[in-house]
């Protein structure tokens, strides 16, 4: 079940920014320093998790490192480009080195909830998740807010129109026709 497929979009905008800095960030020589995170409870953190997981999270992240693999390739290649066999090999080696890295992500994202609920709240979104409503706002929740998405695009394209149409009337009465 895609309880999070709604927030898909958001996610994967996200993370492409993310891929679009690869290639640049492959360059540098010094390995960045991973983001700072407010420290929390171990307790805390196993509520994180156990609410990301309910939430089935992992899915935004899923395919990270090979996209970032295949980006920061990608980028070398408009460099290098004959190279692309041996890129297209390395790349091979490079996704197998770094296969499961994407779990960082989880752990930064359990962290971060940590740190922005008490222990006590992290225990009450568990539960509440686990309820017979919390399991429906999990299931509908997505659909509500792709829906909502769709609608606002809708509206806008139609009130545009209607933007559109006042702006041509108020040039009309200047004399200018749009």
């Known amino acids: 079940m895609k309880r999070f497929s709604g927030l898909l979009s958001a996610a994967t905008l996200a993370v492409g920014l993310a891929l679009a800095s690869a290639p640049a960030m492959a360059q540098q020589q010094q390995?960045?320093?991973?983001?700072?995170?407010?420290?929390s409870s171990p307790a805390a953190i196993a509520y994180a998790k156990e609410i990301l997981a309910l939430k089935?999270?992992?899915?935004?992240y899923a395919g990270a490192v090979p996209g970032i693999v295949e980006k920061t390739k990608t980028g070398l290649l408009q460099?290098?480009?004959?190279?692309?066999?041996?890129?297209?090999?390395?790349?091979?080696?490079?996704?197998?080195?770094?296969a499961g890295r994407e779990k960082e992500i989880g752990e930064g994202?359990?962290?971060?909830?940590?740190?922005?609920?008490?222990?006590?709240?992290?225990?009450?979104?568990?539960?509440?998740?686990?309820?017979?409503?919390?399991?429906?706002?999990?299931?509908?929740?997505?659909?509500?807010i792709t829906d909502s998405l769709n609608y606002m695009q809708q509206w806008a394209q139609q009130f545009g129109v209607i933007v559109?149409?006042?702006?041509?009337?108020?040039?009309?009465?200047?004399?200018?026709?749009?």
């Open 31 to 39: 390995q960045p320093a991973p983001p700072k995170v407010k420290q």
């Open 56 to 60: 089935n999270v992992a899915t935004m």
């Open 79 to 98: 460099q290098y480009l004959n190279y692309q066999k041996d890129l297209d090999e390395v790349a091979v080696i490079v996704a197998k080195n770094m």
């Open 109 to 144: 994202m359990a962290q971060i909830y940590a740190s922005e609920f008490t222990e006590q709240e992290l225990k009450d979104l568990v539960a509440f998740y686990k309820s017979p409503l919390g399991q429906k706002l999990l299931t509908s929740e997505p659909k509500a």
């Open 164 to 178: 559109a149409a006042q702006f041509k009337a108020e040039m009309k009465k200047r004399g200018k026709d749009i």
